[in-house]
């Protein structure tokens, strides 16, 4: 089992950027398929992206592409969501998750086994 730290949440204005970092502890994420997901207040839990074990493998929802990458650092077993143009619908609790399978870049929540505890964000209009 891995564990997995969200930091770099909280508020910002419409327009501005966050950088997200989840930061994985007692296994090495090199091999795993990671992603971020989100949670807005009275909604289900929503696929914003994941990303393969090189850089360019990546795999964005719809609502946010164009607007976020994910990229990682396995010297540092960590992955990062930049996100930019923020708008008040990306309100939401961020959760990173591991696939430790790593078949396909799979957008269900249900595929992933290693989940953390989520950060916060909130974009104010």
């Known amino acids: 089992q891995v564990q997995l730290v969200e930091s770099g949440g909280g508020l910002v204005q419409a327009g501005g950027s966050l950088r997200l970092s989840c930061t994985a502890s007692g296994r090495t994420i090199s091999t795993y398929n990671m992603a971020w997901f989100r949670q807005a207040p009275g909604k289900e839990r929503e696929f914003v992206g994941v990303i393969g074990l090189t850089e360019t493998n990546t795999y964005y929802a719809d609502a946010v592409k164009g607007r976020i990458t994910i990229s990682r650092d396995n010297a540092k077993n960590t992955v990062y969501l930049q996100m930019n143009s923020l708008k008040p619908a990306d309100t939401a609790v961020y959760y990173c998750?591991?696939?430790?399978?790593?078949?396909?870049?799979?957008?269900?929540?249900?595929?992933?086994?290693?989940w953390g505890q989520g950060t916060p964000v909130t974009v104010s209009s």
């Open positions: 998750a591991a696939d430790r399978e790593g078949w396909g870049l799979r957008s269900s929540a249900a595929s992933y086994d290693d």
